[in-house]
């Protein structure tokens, strides 16, 4: 047995390609590692999304060389992948800039891989696969079945067409392509066979997925998440990213309509300013949110929401940065992320004039995750004294503990049997520690 050690960094997609790749390594004799000491393969598959994201991976390729040197002073060899988003973006530069690498396989070649593999074993040939190939990814790809937990992931849908002009993910993953509906399914049914109670659908754009039956037949995402709610074993459903421009009629609907989807919602605004989400290119303008917000919560009254926010875009006043601090007033989130706004080479605002101070930037991001912190203790709190049903997913830290999650997805920790895993049973909520609840099996 080879040893396969792969360091997954940025969104959950990533988390899913990773699992993918080791399930098509594993006929070639590769196992999964914990390190990288002494590995046979390593992978970084890396992020793109923000400058530090990126830059990351070049001090991580620093510490992989001395494991390399180590291994062939022992007679070994170690093979060094980059993948995901810096692959595709930086390309031939990594070999340039980090000789350590034998090859850079950007997001949509990786069915590519034990092909590479077997050409740099002959140390000949190309090593870099960055295009964006017509052959469709996910008909080469092993149907997902390593790292199936209580909670798996299911990637639908893949790429973007929204070119908000802060992003590198157009660039990076390509158009958008929704995986056919028959193919997902299949997999749903594999992943609750292997023991999945919760799906977390993913897309970069999830909810634009559109698909197309073996009929020629359209498949609207709400369509797709009633059928994967027919799956019996499968209790819960979850979905992320969205854009606010796809929240679609049927969509709410689902809300309300089926209840196996849980009553949580990332849906990202990034700014509460209209200036600065044209300036973002983003098609709504904040009070579109808003409306949006309230409509969502007529169909699913308990529904609980989480965002990303940017701060410090190009141009955003003191005004814009207000505006943004009020939609946040006015929603209320439950959990959100929020940036500095980070200049991405080849994305258009990157040229923009008026690029923002580095110290208003931290100040502005400052205020801002004060008030979304004060709003997600607030959420937390509200659940204390109440009757939640929770999913279990895991044993806890502690012995006899296990954690599981409210609909919310908050964790929760509580004393009981590790066969609880797998299974939805009703806890009350008594306490709040740092990061998580505590409860008691009622
Ligand atoms: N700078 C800062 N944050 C960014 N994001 C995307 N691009 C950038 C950027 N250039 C944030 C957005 C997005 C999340 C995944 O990352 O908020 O929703
Ligand atoms: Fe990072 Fe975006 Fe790529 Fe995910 S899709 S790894 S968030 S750049």
Redesign the pocket.
Known sequence: MKKLFIKTYG?QMNAYDSARMADLLAPLGYAGAETPEDADMVILNTCH??EKAAEKVYSELGRIRALKDDKSRAGGRMLVAVAGCTAQAEGEEILARAPVVDMVVGPQSYHRLPEMIARIARGAGERVEADFPALEKFDVLPQAVSDTGVSAFLTVQEGCDKFCT???VPYTRGPEHSRAPEQILAEARALAARGARELVLLGQNVNAYRGTDAHGKGWSFARLIAAIADIDEILRIRYT?SHPRDMDDDLIAAHGDIEKLMPFLHL?V?SGSDSVLAAMNRQHSADDYRRLITRIRAARPDIAFSS???VGFPGESDADFEATLQLVRDVRFAQC?S??????PG?PATAAKKQIAENVKSARLDVLQKLLLSQQDDANRALIGTTQNILFEKTGRGPGQVVGRTPHLNPVHVEGPASLIGRVRPVMIEALTANSLKGRLV
């Open positions: 969104c999304i923000r802060f992003c590198v990213t990202p990034q990303d926010f940017i992320f940036f500095k706004y980070s200049a991405r994305t």
